[in-house]
Nanobody, 123 residues
Framework: QVQLVESGGGLVQAGGSLRLSCVVS????????MGWFRQAPGKEREFVAA???????AYVDFVKGRFTISRDNAKNTVYLQMNSLKPEDTAIYYC?????????????????WGQGTQVTVSS
């Protein structure tokens, strides 16, 4: 049984930082791409960042230069470092494990999801 467990969310002031973590169990973590998505109230889930099995990365434009995705295969963990946070970054953040080893930016390219962690940025 594949499980993804996120942590690291919370309440932070605008301009602050958070680091999200996602631990994967039940599959060979190093063989798959990983991604982060987010969903704000009343909005659809959207792509934020992704990494391939060999650390190629992709970001949505509105987080470039502020967010960094990374992975530690020894710990079966993917991270999302979020700096210079803005109120519009407020959302539930989900990690996902991909169907392939490549970078993937669409929801349909992922087949396992975490339960989400709330990030709230106050102005």
């Amino acid at each position: 049984q594949v499980q993804l467990v996120e942590s690291g969310g919370g309440l932070v002031q605008a301009g602050g930082s958070l680091r999200l973590s996602c631990v994967v169990s039940g599959r060979t973590f190093s063989r798959y791409g990983m991604g982060w998505f987010r969903q704000a109230p009343g909005k659809e889930r959207e792509f934020v960042a992704a990494t391939s099995w060999r650390d190629s990365t992709a970001y949505v434009d509105f987080v470039k230069g502020r967010f960094t995705i990374s992975r530690d295969n020894a710990k079966n963990t993917v991270y999302l470092q979020m700096n210079s946070l803005k109120p519009e970054d407020t959302a539930i953040y989900y990690c996902a494990s991909g169907k392939s080893k490549f970078v993937a930016t669409s929801l349909s390219e992922y087949n396992y999801w975490g339960q989400g962690t709330q990030v709230t940025v106050s102005s």
